[in-house]
């Protein structure tokens, strides 16, 4: 993806994590785990873990749909004593992964994140990559997770 991508991606999450209520982080991957875009409340480390998380968590869901012949996933929610994790399919080979709150309208973000698909769904369109020769997020996320804050030029 293009810097420019990345930082008008990372922008929408800032946004997104902003706007609506209970949700503290959100980051987009790719199907191979690795980070596309991330809302600055997540540290590099953090964002590489969850969406690692997030796509273990896809593919097993998949993996159900497929054996159970369930059809497609849209989306898996794991409850946790402190945390929702919601995990949607996102375009071709990317997911969004959001952390809300326990006490979190579940309906309501998952109807926010569907929207923020909708709005950045020319954006997410990304194959699965692979981490360049000397580490880091190859062609990928260049930027320093948080650096995303600034609204992107020319809006």
Same mark, same amino acid.
């Given at each position: ?21 209970? /949700? +503290? $982080?959100?980051? !987009?991957?790719?199907?191979?785990? %690795? ?7 997540? &540290? ?23 054996h159970f012949a369930g059809?497609? /996933? +849209? $989306?898996?929610? !794991?409850?946790?004593?402190?945390? %929702? ?7 071709? &080979? ?25 709005r950045v769904g020319q954006?997410? $369109? ?11 997020f190859g062609g990928g996320?260049? &930027? ?12």
């Open positions: 993806m293009h810097n420019t991508v990345t930082g008008e991606l990372n922008w929408l999450l800032n946004d997104f994590a902003e706007r609506v209520a209970s /949700v +503290r $982080q959100a980051v !987009i991957l790719s199907r191979d785990g %690795l980070a596309v875009a991330a809302s600055s409340e997540l &540290g590099r480390e953090d964002a590489e873990h969850l969406s690692a998380l997030a796509s273990g968590v896809q593919s097993l869901a998949r993996g159900a749909g497929r059809g497609n /996933v +849209r $989306q898996t929610i !794991i409850e946790m004593d402190a945390l %929702l994790l919601f995990v949607t399919a996102a375009g071709d &080979g990317t997911c969004l992964a959001v952390l809300a709150e326990a006490e979190a309208d579940a309906g309501l973000v998952a109807y926010e994140m569907a929207v923020l698909v909708k954006h997410l $369109q990304a194959a699965p990559r692979h981490e360049a020769a000397g580490g880091g996320y260049t &930027g320093g997770f948080g650096a995303g804050g600034a609204a992107p030029q020319g809006r």
